[in-house]
């Protein structure tokens, strides 16, 4: 649809294409972040470097295998993700609301689906800069050798996995905004006891046949042990479960949280209009 | 608060600015980690991430010695990582304390404004998260005694070595933490990357989770540098005994001469802590950032 404005012809978006153009356009801030604000880069890499420097210097002291090392590489290239949905995707609605930006998004005319499919595409690419020059610096100080033998499933498992990952992101987005001031405990709450149970560290098979199930709700468990599998072509026992049926997993939880994002935003969005929750700030 | 208040109310309390700045900080502290759910909530939350963390290392031993728990180098990696919970509660907790007041509840302004001696201030800040600390690292090690029989035992454990080196280790590391929080001050950008970076170094190179000699030579020095490794290893020798000998990162030093090192720290950290909070405090002001809302 056309309209005019100040003497401008300006078109206006609906449907698919309003959808479109509202998810880049809050992905923006967070691409050109990446790049725009390079100091970032320095913080984001020297945390991680220096948490997988001590799990390194850990199977080290018991005197691991090689590829050990490589595995707490890349739990630790991978923690960069989980961070980045905790803090940026999950607790990102509550930011909003406290800074005033979440009742400018629901007044504007653009789906908040959108909205949050952008900040998950904005944030994938923001991290991604980060967890490349995680894992290069790691590789490079720890002397780390990968063997990769099928690159195609190596990318499906990763492609898959950040759908599933940025996916429940989506999902907690809506939960935590209504938790209040709870979601920064919650998100704190979620970081340790989720190396553990994934498995970020160590092969999740080390853990149990039942713990493992369980965790694998959470996408990271299965992506991991699938990229390991792939990576490090050694002790193929190591795996907890054949790739094809980790990637499959993967592709299912990446639906599911979706759908179930698209739902809960919905709901959450009706109950915050009807109590007022939508503006209201408690610290 | 009616005991707060009591003791608030004392005369020599009432009238001597760090006491009292200290005291309202402590109380103040405790309420902003605990007062956001119920207890049981907040006991869980004060124990689980702890207790993950340490199992994260216990699983990554496991896998490799097929459960050899008897291993002297296990309680060196477990203690370490157990004590350091105390480390990065306080190396941490004093910087979050400037973030909090500047940017989430904006109330800077108000407490740089008011008669209150800052830096004590900073100092009760601080209080609240050595006491949850302090529980976790109990809990913690309780936990380990029970389920993977750490040679630990009340009657040897020498609980002198432990009282001093702690006292003096924890007055160490809040010289540390107010540092870091006066830096917080100072600083814009990346502000809450401070506290971290610096309580991940000391995870590093103190020998916390591994012994010293198993990092390259050249960066071996820094850990001497540091207050926490000689906390480390005299706490460690105190809760362990004789077991606690068995890597040779210190094994030159007695554990009086482990004291007086850490004593030199608490001479030198404590009165710079202070010298280096004037400072941040006059550049902040000077840089018009005491009360900046980032929102970064």
Known sequence: MDTEMDGERVVKRQGLSLFWATMWARAYPR???????????????????????GYVFIYRAIQAPPAYTGFAVLGGVMTAFWLNVLWSMASQLYWDKDQGNLEIYVMAPGPLMAVLLGMAVGGMVMTGTRAVAILLVCSLLFDVSYQIAQPLWLVAAFVLTMAALYGMGMLFASIFLVSGREAWHLSNLLQEPIYLV???????????????TLASIIPLTLGLDAMRQLMFAGDPTLGFLPVPVEVTVQLVLAVVFITAAYFALAKLEAIGRQQGRLIERRR | ???AQRVFDVPRLRHH????????????????ESNWADPFLFAVYAITRPLANVLILVVMYAVITDGAFAQPIFPYIYLGNALYILVGQVITGVSWAIIDDREHYRVAKYLYTAPIDGYAYLF????????????????????????????????????????????LGVAALAG??????????????????????????????????????????WLQPLGFALPVTYWLEAARRALLGPQAHGFQTLAGLSNVELLAILAAFVAV????????????????????????????
Request: hydrophobic content about 55%; proline content about 4%; overall charge positive.
């Open chain 1, 31 to 53: 691409m050109v972040g990446a790049f725009r604000e390079r100091s970032w880069l320095f913080f984001e890499t020297l945390l991680p470097v220096l948490a997988v420097s």
């Open chain 1, 198 to 212: 994934s498995g970020f560290y160590f092969p999740v098979k080390a853990l149990g046949f039942w713990v493992a």
């Open chain 2, 1 to 3: 608060m009616a005991l």
């Open chain 2, 17 to 32: 600015d760090g006491l009292r700045s200290f005291l309202v900080a402590s109380w103040l502290g405790w309420q902003i």
């Open chain 2, 124 to 167: 009760g800040r601080g209080v609240a998260r050595v006491l949850i600390g302090t529980i976790s690292v109990l809990i913690v090690i309780a936990f380990g005694i029970l389920l993977f029989r750490l040679p630990i035992h009340l009657r040897t454990v020498d609980w002198s070595l432990l009282l001093f080196s702690t006292a």
């Open chain 2, 176 to 217: 540390l933490g107010v540092i870091m929080g006066a830096l917080t001050m100072t600083m814009a950008r990346h502000f809450w990357s401070v506290g971290e970076a610096v309580a991940g170094a000391l995870y590093l190179f103190s020998g916390a989770i591994f012994p010293l000699d198993l990092l390259p030579s």
């Open chain 2, 269 to 296: 950290l404590l009165p710079g802590s202070r010298l280096v909070y004037r400072w941040a405090l006059h550049t902040a002001k000077e840089k018009g950032l005491i009360d900046i809302e980032t929102g970064y």
